[in-house]
């Protein structure tokens, strides 16, 4: 009667690319574990690997798995199988659980490339082994942890740089550089959802139209793919460790000024998905004072489905309000009637108003001047906070983190005051110019309202009115100075410079 064969138990383990070159792989460690059966009379019956991808969630669940079947199995089992002992356990305490499953269900620990009895003294090797690979386990981490602070001080990622950026090594050193296919990709999404009205949703379509793609597996962004881009600040120059945003080296992709825009219009949660002309509280009910909303429904027929947009008060469901509702058509009439009444028929007379509005805008240039001159001289101090603060880190008198903190409040608020400062200076030189091409552009809003898209007629209200009252079924506007008093009639070629 022949002897039955030994059965066991087996765990091959490798947790990084340096094991792995000193050859510890996992293939390497298979095959070892197999040989040392066949060579002791037995057999594997249950293989347990934990590759180098694996997180330590898995780990953990694959040494839960070893440690549960070996219990369950003690009975017809001879032993556990390592290559190492710093295969076998990470830490000091999964190696007490395998001495404990040794002592306690009489399952022997062994270990093919570091043999040791299975005596005290031979017990005290394997634990004095243990206590190295523990040691060498949390030296590792904190020597990456040092490793990652230092690339931090030196302004690099202490990670995988995101998307729009790569990885390349220089005599042996990770640099990161612009990816510039994908850097375009990113840019194109700043633009499109600055300036074109996108929602999330619409921005990820209008890059597909583009062939601007995420990659060549998955070519359109996700909508989170898209949040996670569009308020990353690694594309304005920044890297993030420890929940921190920091100063980087890296080339930014995204000027300042665009990422600045981008954010205020996520955080305003803008609706965009129809670009309605007269809504976004644009006018206001006369009946109750809420905002005139816009609708927009889909008609069957004969010729095909037609979408028609209408608009109404936000309450118009609620107890006795009016049920008041205008399609954009008839709003569109109105409207070009209340354009009409802008209109000087009279040429030399237009000559004449020109004139007086560059006299009535000169107070307005002069209050903007004084308003830049208020935004320097904030800038200025807080220029003065920031060198305050830099030196109270460098004397250890506030934490790392506290520091980090104020410093990026500072860099936005210096951010946000200089694209101040850069638009009061602007409009203080344009103030006129833009007066004047309002007055144009009044004499010509008939021919250019159905050719101008949404955001142009949105700008065009803007520049003729304060707001708009929807008073019954009848616009009322509330129109600025000048255009005030050409709609009312009140300027004529007697009048006075003093009366604009």
């Known amino acids: 009667m022949s002897k039955s064969k030994k059965r066991f138990v087996a765990l091959a383990r490798v947790s990084s690319r340096e094991q792995e070159r000193e050859g510890f792989s996992l293939d390497v460690q298979v095959d070892a574990l197999r040989l040392y059966a066949e060579r002791n009379d037995g057999e594997i019956i249950r293989f347990f690997r934990i590759a180098e991808t694996a997180s330590k969630h898995d780990e953990r669940t694959t040494f839960k798995e070893l440690l549960a079947y070996a219990k369950a199995n003690s009975h ?29 269900s009489g399952i022997q620990f062994i270990s093919v490339s570091q ?9 005290m090797q394997r634990r004095v082994l243990a206590s190295m690979a523990s040691f060498y386990t949390e030296q590792q981490s904190l020597d990456v942890r040092e490793g990652l602070a230092r690339r931090v001080q030196c302004g690099l990622f202490a990670a995988k740089p995101p998307y729009g950026y790569r990885n390349i090594r220089i005599n042996g050193r990770s640099i990161v550089e612009i990816h510039p296919e994908r850097a375009a990709v ?9 300036h074109d009205n996108h929602t999330l949703d619409t921005l990820g379509e209008a890059l597909l139209a583009e062939d601007a793609l995420y990659c060549s597996s998955h070519p359109k962004f996700t909508r989170s793919k898209l949040h996670t881009l569009l308020t ?44 309605m002309t007269y809504a976004s509280e644009l006018i206001e009910c006369g009946h109750c004072g809420c905002p005139i909303t816009g609708e927009s429904k889909t008609k069957k027929t004969k010729s095909g489905d037609r979408e028609y947009v209408y608009y109404r008060c936000t309450k118009y469901h609620k107890g006795d309000h009016p049920r008041t ?15 009409d009444k802008l209109r000087v028929e009279d040429a030399e007379f237009r000559d004449t108003f020109r004139e007086q509005l560059r006299k009535a805008t000169n107070w307005d240039e002069r209050s903007t001047a004084a308003k ?29 983190d506290t520091y980090a903190t104020k410093a990026q409040e500072l ?3 210096e951010s946000e005051l200089k694209i101040q400062i850069d638009s009061a200076d602007r409009n203080r030189h344009e103030i006129i110019d833009t007066a004047i091409k309002a007055f144009e552009l009044s004499q010509n809003l008939r021919a250019k309202w159905f050719a101008a898209d949404w955001a142009a007629k949105r700008r ?6 304060l707001n708009w009252k929807l008073d019954g079924v009848s616009l009322v506007p509330v129109w600025r100075k000048p255009f005030d008093l050409l709609a009312e009639g009140l300027l004529t070629k007697d009048s006075r410079d003093d009366r604009i």
């Open 411 to 413: 860099r936005d608020r």
């Open 372 to 400: 830049a001159k208020q935004l320097q001289d904030e800038l200025v101090q807080l220029r003065d906070h920031q060198n305050r603060l830099l030196n109270l880190r460098l004397f250890e008198e506030i934490e790392a």
């Open 460 to 465: 065009i209200l803007e520049i003729v009115c």
């Open 325 to 339: 509702r205008l399609t954009e058509g008839e709003l569109d009439a109105q409207m070009l009637a209340l354009f």
């Open 115 to 123: 043999p040791t009895e299975n005596t005290p003294a031979g017990r």
């Open 232 to 275: 990353d600040r690694s594309y304005i120059g920044e890297i993030r460790h420890k929940g921190q945003w920091l100063p980087g080296t890296h080339e930014p992709i995204v000027d300042r000024a665009t990422w600045d825009r981008v954010q205020k219009l996520l955080g305003q949660g803008l609706y965009r998905s129809h670009q």
């Open 76 to 104: 017809r089992l001879d032993g556990l199988l390592f290559y190492k002992v710093d295969r076998a356990a990470r830490n000091l305490f999964d190696y007490v659980e395998l001495e404990r499953l040794e002592s306690e």
């Open 186 to 194: 990113v840019r194109r999404a700043f633009e499109l959802y600055t």
